[in-house]
Nanobody, 123 residues
Framework: QVQLVESGGGLVQAGASLKLSCTTE????????MGWFRQVPGEEREIVAA????????YYADAVKGRFTISRDNAKRMVYLQMNSLKSEDTAVYYC????????????????WGQGTQVTVSS
């Protein structure tokens, strides 16, 4: 079992930055590809970004490309999502997920999920 804990969400104004973090105590962390998803009420959970087990490859949704950066530190068992130039449409609950070691962009492909952290961007 892999327990994931997100942190770093909050309320910011449009144009600001936030950095989300996701941590686990699982010693197998470096065998998992990681993803960040987001969800707003009434809508499906959508991929934001993903990263391979060793950080060698990344994926970004078109809506965040050029503004968000996913990274990981396997020694610290952490994955991050740096979010710059935030927009009101980025408002959502953000989830960290662990899955296969390669890039996975569908939520069904992930095995473990955090509880989520709220990001609210005011315009």
């Amino acid at each position: 079992q892999v327990q994931l804990v997100e942190s770093g969400g909050g309320l910011v104004q449009a144009g600001a930055s936030l950095k989300l973090s996701c941590t686990t105590e699982a010693r197998t962390f470096d065998s998992y590809g990681m993803g960040w998803f987001r969800q707003v009420p009434g809508e499906e959970r959508e991929i934001v970004a993903a990263i391979t087990w060793n950080g060698g490859d990344t994926y970004y949704a078109d809506a965040v490309k050029g503004r968000f950066t996913i990274s990981r530190d396997n020694a610290k068992r952490m994955v991050y999502l740096q979010m710059n130039s935030l927009k009101s449409e980025d408002t959502a609950v953000y989830y960290c997920a662990a899955g296969p070691p390669h890039i996975t962009v569908v939520s069904l492909g992930y095995h473990y999920w955090g509880q989520g952290t709220q990001v609210t961007v005011s315009s």
